[in-house]
């Protein structure tokens, strides 16, 4: 149960501070407030200088990937603000709330790291009872590609199945697909809002087995104050970046829960839609799954 920022251009480097302006990051940052069970951030960046060039350490086939998480609460975490005007060609940004009492343990924090590829969720994979995808012991899942996310929860589970597809050779938007769509064989009524960056992509994925906000939800926001803010939950939005001259230059992609103004450019992503936009030459589409 967290929130989730994504971010993609067209291959220059924009801090979150440059491309949202300061307020609404502190709001976004804001909502940590609730989901206060750490956060994190992976950054697409080239490193200022080579590691291997005065040393001799061998080059990494990787783009450079700049990954921080922490168990504190993104409010009370001065690290935020200094990467958030960190500029980067793509970003993805978690505040977690954790589901299902998982334990609050670095492991457990997203986003998760595997294969070049960075991925954050939003939701509980749990059945009727309540009974988190995390004791399914038989689900059929290769428990070594679990642990090569690094995490112990059902959103490590949610990576692993998608990375499974992408070694049976499908490109990523459609590994992300055929992994939604297997879970919800067994949990259909999970969500599966997720974001997922490759050196070359974004993937933006809002994939919900209910729409409405689950009461349990809203009484966690009520206990703050902020019922006002849970209406909406499960909704992402996006908005199209432009450079000075009014060109395509990438997306921005929110979970709700501080303003996004239609008349800003913020749009409603559909529910089983997913946005696979390239961090590259900042061009989207959109398609269904």
Known sequence: MCRLLGYATAGFNLSLTAMLGEKYVDDFRDLSEIHNDGWGVAQLADPGETPYVRDGGAPSPETGVRLYKSTIAARHD????????????????????????????????QPFYANGLSFIHNGDISDDNGRNIITNRSYPVDHSVVLSTGGRSDSAIFFAVILEYIGF?????????????????????????CMIQSEDQLIALRASGREATSPRIVEIYDQYGRGEQAHDYRVLRYRALTDASGRPAGIVVSSSGYEQRAEEGWIDLDNDQMIVASNRNGSWRLRSI
């Open 78 to 109: 001065d690290t935020f603000n200094v990467l958030a005007n960190e500029a980067a060609r793509g970003a993805l940004w978690h505040l977690r709330l954790a589901s299902s009492n998982l334990p609050l343990i670095m492991e457990n924090q």
């Open 169 to 193: 050779g499908f490109p990523l938007d459609e590994a992300v697909a055929q992994a939604v769509r297997e879970l919800r064989q067994s949990y259909p009524k999970s969500s599966y809002n």
